[in-house]
């Protein structure tokens, strides 16, 4: 296997491995893929549960190429594509699970559907940040919640990676966002236009009380599940509030939904890549929230340090400690 046809990766053996750099045949594209020269590849809170084997929801079978967020350049077109060309800058989240290589790779043959150009004002290791979160702060916001201008919305976890992306959406579509965080997040959510709440010192009572009157969020989205996504069901507006939630896990009473005669819905972005159906809206959500990005009115929070390829173990490392500041991006070169 010469360089010509091979690439480098990083592939993890077993669960709770550790990544081992190895050459592979590099893919080639068929019907319907590109092929991507991978400059950066995101790294998220699932990525390390991924590794570890704790997140059977994602189907990824080991030992894999992990890395589910990638920016890079369109290296070849497989048949069928006619919406992206050679030379094209192109973000996405593309694999990383259900058997698809992921991004921790020199190359990585995608799904055209899954990727769009890159906003023109990002750099690689930005974009990369990008796809995951945006992705699924759009389908709660926009394809569940059909978040309207005017309307009061409330965002749990505002600082966090979905969070404060589902922020700035929010305030893009014209909504009244209010973001629930810790007091050292209270300036991160006001910098993204948002009105802080401490969760740690204010009762759902008191906050729906203070910001709406007691009538309740037009909008509620969960981004950290458990207990929390009980209190949204006490912070939906009476009468066609809606709540909706990235992490549904556990047993949860509806009655308080019920009672405010509000509903609810569930966001599981993986499911494109696990099925191979609806994967044509990701790209789009992508073009759409790249529009927002060019237009200044949506930026990624960007760790400040720097990984590279051979740090890769680290910057997983890192995540999964929760010692990260923002999101963490492994350069992968190009």
């Known amino acids: 296997m010469s360089k010509d046809d091979s690439m480098r ?32 590849s995101g790294v998220n809170p699932l990525d390390s549960k991924i590794r570890a084997g704790a ?12 890395g589910m967020d990638l920016a890079g350049v369109v290296e070849q077109v497989g048949p069928g594509v006619t919406a992206l060309r050679v030379g094209d800058e192109v973000y996405g ?12 790779a020199e190359f990585a043959a995608v799904d055209a559907d899954l990727l769009a150009p890159k906003p023109a004002n990002l ?28 309307q009061k919305v409330l965002v749990h976890g505002g600082a966090g990676g979905v969070g404060h992306v589902a922020v700035q959406i929010a305030v893009a579509l014209g909504a009244q966002v209010y973001a629930t ?26 906050y729906v009380a203070a910001h709406t009157g007691g009538a309740g969020f037009d909008v509620v989205y969960d981004t950290v599940g458990g207990a929390t996504l009980d209190a949204s069901f006490g912070a939906a507006r009476q009468y066609g509030g809606h709540v909706v939630s990235c992490l549904g ?3 949860h009473k509806l009655a308080p939904l019920s009672f405010r005669a509000a509903t609810y ?34 930026l990624p929070l960007m760790d400040a340090r720097r990984f590279d390829f051979d740090a890769a173990m680290q910057a997983h490392e890192e995540v999964e400690a929760g010692r990260a500041k923002g999101k963490i991006v492994v350069e992968i070169g190009g």
Request: proline share 6%; glycine share 12%; aromatic share 4%.
């Open 9 to 40: 990766a990083l592939m993890v053996r077993e669960a709770g491995g550790r990544f081992e750099a190895v050459r592979v045949p590099r893919p080639v594209p068929r019907e319907g893929e590109v092929l991507v020269r991978i400059h950066a």
């Open 55 to 66: 997140a059977a929801h994602a189907r990824h079978p080991l030992p894999a190429i992990l």
């Open 93 to 104: 989240l593309t694999g990383g699970v259900g058997g698809l290589q992921g991004s921790l």
């Open 123 to 150: 750099s690689m290791r930005e974009a990369a940040a990008l796809p995951l979160v945006v992705i699924t702060a759009w389908e709660g916001l926009v394809d569940r919640a059909r978040t309207q201008a005017g």
């Open 181 to 206: 965080g810790l007091p050292v997040q209270a300036e991160t959510i006001r910098g993204f236009d948002a009105t802080p709440i401490d969760y740690t010192s204010t009762t759902v009572e008191q």
């Open 249 to 251: 896990w556990g047993t």
């Open 265 to 298: 819905s569930g966001v599981f972005t993986l499911l494109p890549m696990l099925s191979g159906k609806g994967r044509a809206n990701h790209g789009h959500i992508l073009r759409e929230a790249a529009k927002l990005v060019e237009a200044g009115r949506l």
